[in-house]
């Protein structure tokens, strides 16, 4: 596809379970942020990937977020044991060029709700 | 605390009328500043972004204003249409740590016919 893809879409789980979501980047894209938007808030930063390289998690809430991208294309953002204040919408976004201050594309997100 | 300060948090304007979002800034270590639209269920999508040696951006009827001395910036629509109805996020990055995105807090804007 042409743009960011994200999935699932939407996501419920109950408290305690372990969610997995999905990002499929423009390809050939060398950067991919991850982002956590609550409702009728701003995306906040969650962590950041190079290649395959994680060069920043420093916005990462807790450590039961855990993020990865193997190969450096495909990445899977990972939430241990979820609490209801992990419901929020999770963007990724990819960039052509190494930093941010590049264009970055946006996925749709995927909107997670924790019961 | 908030890094970025956007106001006002919604805004309502007629066809044709020119919007204004504005927002402010503490650290001086940001170098980079983007505007971002989003519509309901979609991600964000870049608008323009301008750089603070730059005291005006235009592109197309989206206009950004720089104070790099008041350490405030803010986009105009001009022309403005029902289709811009949407939601609009400041960002900043810093010049040190160029991967990380600090938005606002984001204006609901609503034209009306």
């Known amino acids: 596809g042409a743009g960011v893809s994200q999935s699932p879409r939407y996501k419920v789980a109950k408290r305690g379970q372990d969610v997995a979501l999905r990002c499929d980047p423009i390809?050939?894209?060398?950067?991919l942020f991850w982002y956590q938007q609550a409702l009728g808030q701003g995306p906040e930063f969650l962590t950041y990937?190079?290649?395959?390289?994680?060069?920043?998690k420093s916005g990462l809430p807790s450590d039961r977020f855990f993020a990865e991208r193997p190969e450096g294309s495909v990445s899977t953002l990972k939430i241990q044991r979820t609490q209801q204040e992990d419901s929020a919408v999770y963007l990724c976004a990819s960039s052509s060029r190494i930093g941010g201050n590049q264009p970055q594309h946006f996925g749709d997100g995927t909107r997670l709700s924790i019961l | 605390q908030q890094q970025v300060k956007q106001s006002p948090q919604s805004l309502i304007v007629q066809k044709g009328g020119i919007p204004i979002i504005n927002c402010a800034y503490e650290n001086t270590a940001f170098d980079y500043f983007p505007w971002y639209q989003q519509f309901p269920g979609k991600g964000p999508a870049l608008l323009i972004a301008i750089r603070p040696d730059v005291s005006e951006k235009k592109e197309g009827r989206f206009t950004i204003s720089f104070n790099k001395s008041a350490k405030q910036f803010s986009l105009h629509i001009m022309d403005s249409q029902p289709g811009d109805s949407a939601t609009y996020f400041c960002?900043?990055?810093?010049?040190?740590?160029?991967?990380?995105?600090?938005f606002g807090s984001g204006t609901k804007l609503n034209v009306k016919p």
């Open positions: 990937f190079q290649n395959e390289a994680q060069l920043d």
């Open positions: 960002a900043a990055i810093l010049g040190y740590n160029f991967n990380k995105f600090y």
């Open positions: 390809s050939g894209h060398v950067s």
